[in-house]
């Protein structure tokens, strides 16, 4: 680790730290996609190259793919692994009940996919990502391209109907172009400040044609570690 990372970064690393200390040799292991993510494959490269630990992970995202590959960690793709002993991952916002919001990055799919193939899902914060309740932090709805304009209006007919705060609903971009997950589908972020009913948003947000999958993961994490920059760390 690098000394003049800032508090942030810090904490994101130390929590990455503590989250490896869950990985065993022999071990097949959910790799995330994130800045926090890429600290803990870092760690694991590290265990790899200098304590001989032998895993096999499954990743999240390309880039996540590429990252671990490239340091010498064993990827293979989740139909291979079929099954996964842990998935240590990110998160954009948690709550008291570990309910998560993630997609901040775009990979939501393949992350709720794997994490739904865990044994245990430990997710890497920093403080910042602890809130009372979800939605601040913008939902991303991965959504495929045709029709994506009236899937959106279908989405926001539903957030009426929930009476849920804050409709606003943006596509997100790429700079100039519309960003695209490693499934070449579009991502929509719904602002709505609050989200009381988490469980029932997500489940309404599913039920609509063109919607492939949110960003709310419930009751798939385990553990919560943060990281704290002097070091220490809370385990939730
Ligand atoms: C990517 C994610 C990330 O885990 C989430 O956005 C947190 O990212 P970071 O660790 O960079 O703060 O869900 O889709």
């Given at each position: 680790m690098s000394a003049d990372l800032n508090p942030i970064e810090k904490a994101k690393y130390v929590s990455a730290r503590r989250a490896v200390d869950y990985v065993e040799d022999g071990m097949r292991v959910g790799l995330g996609t994130g800045s926090t993510a890429a600290w803990m494959v870092r760690c694991l490269a590290e265990m790899v190259r200098n304590d001989g630990l032998n895993i096999t992970g499954v990743a999240t995202s390309t880039r996540t793919a590429e990252l671990a590959t490239s340091l010498g960690i064993k990827v293979v793709d989740l139909n291979e692994a079929k099954w996964l002993d842990v998935t240590i991952d990110g998160a954009d916002e948690f709550d008291d009940n570990l309910t998560l919001i993630k997609g901040g990055g775009g990979a939501l799919l393949q992350e709720k996919i794997v994490a739904t193939a865990s044994d245990k899902m430990v997710v890497i914060t920093d403080?910042?990502?602890?809130?009372?309740?979800?939605?601040?932090f913008p939902l991303p709805v991965e959504v495929i391209p045709f029709g994506w304009q009236t899937t959106q209006s279908l989405i926001e007919k539903a957030l009426v109907d929930l009476d849920v705060d804050g409709r606003n609903i943006t596509l997100r971009l790429n700079q100039d172009a519309s960003f695209r997950t490693d499934e070449g589908n579009l991502i929509l972020d719904l602002h709505?400040?609050?989200?009381?009913?988490a469980q029932q948003v997500s489940h309404v947000l599913n039920?609509?044609?063109?919607?492939?999958?949110?960003?709310l993961f419930i009751n798939l994490c385990d553990v919560v570690i943060v990281g704290a920059a002097d070091g220490s760390a809370i385990v939730r």
């Open positions: 403080p910042t990502k602890h809130v009372k309740t979800l939605g601040a709505l400040e609050r989200l009381e009913d039920q609509i044609p063109g919607v492939v999958e949110n960003g």
